[in-house]
Structures are given as C-alpha cells and as structure tokens.
T-cell receptor, first 115, second 115 residues
C-alpha cells in the first residue's frame, strides 16, 4: 500500500512567486495534516482536515498561506506570495481517525527554498 | 509550558550498545497516546512505536522499547543493540483525547552511533 505522497520533493523559487505543494494521503485515511519544519521552530502543525473539511487552521502563519482539500485523495498548500522566511520542509501526514492511538503517517516532505 | 520536552539535544552511543532517549510530557487528559518517530538525514519521518496512557505494559517493537512511567510523565525510548543506521533525529510526540486531531512534537534528539 502506498504511503503519503508529496510533490514536488524539492522546490526552489524566488521571493514573490506562488508556490503550490501537493499531497495525496493514504487511501481510507480521514485526517490530513500539514506541518512545517524549520531549525528555529521545529515541527509546527499548520492545518488539518477531517473528511476534506478544515478543522483547525490556527497554525497557518498568515494570509499568504492557504490550504485546500477538494477530495479525499488530494490536498494543496499554497503560499502566495512566497518569502525567504517560508523556506522550510513541509510535511503532509494522514491518519485513519482522531483517536489518540491512531498513528500519523508522514510523507517524504517538500524542501522549499525561497530566494 | 511545553507539552513535550526532550532534554537531550544530542546523544552519542557506541555501536551494539543500548541507548535511552528521554521524553517527558505534560497533560491533564486521562487518555492520551505517545509516539516516537525517527528522522534520518534523508528527511522522512518514520513512525517507530506507540504507547497508550492506559496500556499496562511497556510497548516494544523489535529493538525499540518504550519505558513508560505514567506517574512521572515520562516516555523514554530505549534502543537496544544500536546500529550505525540508527543515527538520526528522534522525536517524541503526544496525542490527547481533548485535542485528538493534533499531535504535539518535542524538539527532537540527535542520536549518533559510533562504530
């Protein structure tokens, strides 16, 4: 069974450009999470969805960030316009349900560099 | 207060020896789950082991075991017979029943296995 799939794996862009990160969760998983990892702030939860509906976006840094989940098998995280401080590794994760015992499975991450 | 505390930024261990990575947590929820993830230099987040707050026995998965001391709110990861491939960053995480959509992660411990 395929794990969480993310694309692209690496992205280099210039400040001011729009960046779109993509994620395909594990089939059957009802929860999808977007995280950002930096040296300074560690692993931060940005937003998560349940059955394609955003549940908590309190971690989204600012209005430049938006996330959508149009269907159960696809989600995007968009940054517009991008800034150098957005450089980070962005992870998507999914889990079967919301119980405390349920493991979140992570994708390989997208390494974003904004010049 | 931090919910997950990993006090060891870096640890060294000799190959074939055992090592313990510390994790303490803070919660008032009666039900919660504790997880350990491994992040090698390649960047992916790999789930290692899970311990539930009501589990009577310590979790084990191959060479990984979790030393769960509920009264002390600690969930230390023990890696037996260390291998060079165990060199990585290790994250402790918690999922609480009142906030079960989210996981809270510690800052991580970098483990280096010496030959």
């Amino acid at each position: 069974d395929a794990g969480v799939i993310q694309s692209p794996r690496h992205e280099v862009t210039e400040m001011g450009q729009e960046v779109t990160l993509r994620c395909k969760p594990i089939s059957g998983h009802d929860y999808l999470f977007w995280y950002r990892q930096t040296m300074m702030r560690g692993l931060e939860l940005l937003i998560y969805f349940n059955n394609n509906v955003p549940i908590d976006d309190s971690g989204m840094p600012e209005d430049r960030f938006s996330a959508k989940m149009p269907n159960a098998s696809f989600s995007t995280l968009k940054i517009q316009p991008s800034e150098p401080r957005d450089s980070a590794v962005y992870f998507c994760a999914s889990s079967l349900d919301r119980t405390v015992a349920e493991t979140q499975y992570f994708g390989p991450g997208t390494r974003l560099l904004v010049l | 207060a931090q919910k997950i505390t990993q006090t060891q930024p870096g640890m060294f261990v000799q190959e074939k020896e055992a090592v313990t990575l510390d994790c303490t947590y803070d919660t008032s929820d009666p039900s919660y789950g504790l997880f350990w993830y491994k992040q090698p230099s390649s960047g992916e987040m790999i789930f290692l082991i899970y311990q539930g707050s009501y589990d009577q026995q310590n979790a084990t998965e191959g060479r990984y075991s979790l030393n769960f001391q509920k009264a002390r709110k600690s969930a230390n990861l023990v890696i037996s017979a260390s291998q060079l491939g165990d060199s990585a960053m290790y994250f402790c995480a918690m999922r609480e029943v009142t906030n079960a959509g989210k996981s809270t992660f510690g800052d991580g411990t970098t483990l280096t296995v010496k030959p």
